[in-house]
């Protein structure tokens, strides 16, 4: 017997059950031999990957759903720690007392730029734009507007010594000039 009889023998009786036990001693799957398979055969690696993946994916997926919110929720609270009602008044309380100290802190630097202006002959009106968040800054804007203030004084002092400025009308009577309201009326209707 040759190896096409016992094909065409095979392909005859492969539905009797001894025909079938022999095929399956002779192709004994075992995990050694699988593994041999699936590291050899490029499809059968392409399709171990997929199962792999598919697996993994649903591992992910079940842990997800059963721990990353639990880890989430302590990481929120290791990073914004829940505070009791004493730790929020304190909190406030520090927050008033802040903002009493930047108001001390800006009347005081007030008062300090309004006797500033004041002895530098400055407008007192302008100060509080030229207070800034600390004294020697406060100063110094001062001093720019006192620079400032002066250097438009004196140009509008030398514009006037040059004759540019207010120049007396021509048209000037030596009549005497009314003292009260009673003179003023006099001299109209006497003029008119």
């Known amino acids: 017997m040759d190896f096409k009889e016992v094909?065409?023998?095979i392909e005859t009786n492969k539905e009797q059950a001894e025909v079938k036990e022999y095929l399956q001693d002779l192709n004994k799957i075992s995990v050694d031999g699988i593994e041999k398979y699936v590291n050899e055969d490029?499809?059968?690696?392409k399709w171990m990957d997929s199962i792999k993946d598919k697996h993994f994916n649903k591992a992910l997926e079940t842990w997800k759903s059963n721990n990353l919110e639990g880890l989430i929720n302590d990481e929120v609270k290791k990073r914004f720690p829940t505070k009791d009602e004493k730790e929020i008044e304190v909190e406030k309380l520090k927050?008033?007392?802040e903002k009493?100290?930047?108001?001390?802190?800006?009347e005081a630097l007030t008062s300090k730029a309004v006797k500033l202006a004041s002895e530098k002959n400055l407008p007192v009106e302008l100060v509080d734009f030229f207070i800034a968040d600390n004294e020697e800054n406060t100063v110094k804007n001062l001093g720019a507007l006192e620079q400032s203030f002066n250097s438009a004084?004196?140009?509008?002092?030398?514009?006037?010594?040059?004759?540019e400025g207010?120049?007396?009308?021509?048209?000037?009577?030596?009549?005497?000039?009314?003292?009260n309201l009673n003179d003023a009326l006099k001299n109209y209707y006497k003029n008119n």
């Open 7 to 9: 094909k065409q023998f």
């Open 42 to 45: 490029e499809g059968a690696k």
């Open 95 to 97: 927050s008033e007392i």
């Open 100 to 106: 009493m100290k930047q108001e001390k802190l800006h």
């Open 153 to 163: 004084i004196q140009k509008s002092v030398e514009l006037r010594l040059k004759g």
């Open 166 to 179: 207010y120049t007396p009308p021509n048209n000037v009577t030596n009549e005497r000039k009314p003292n």
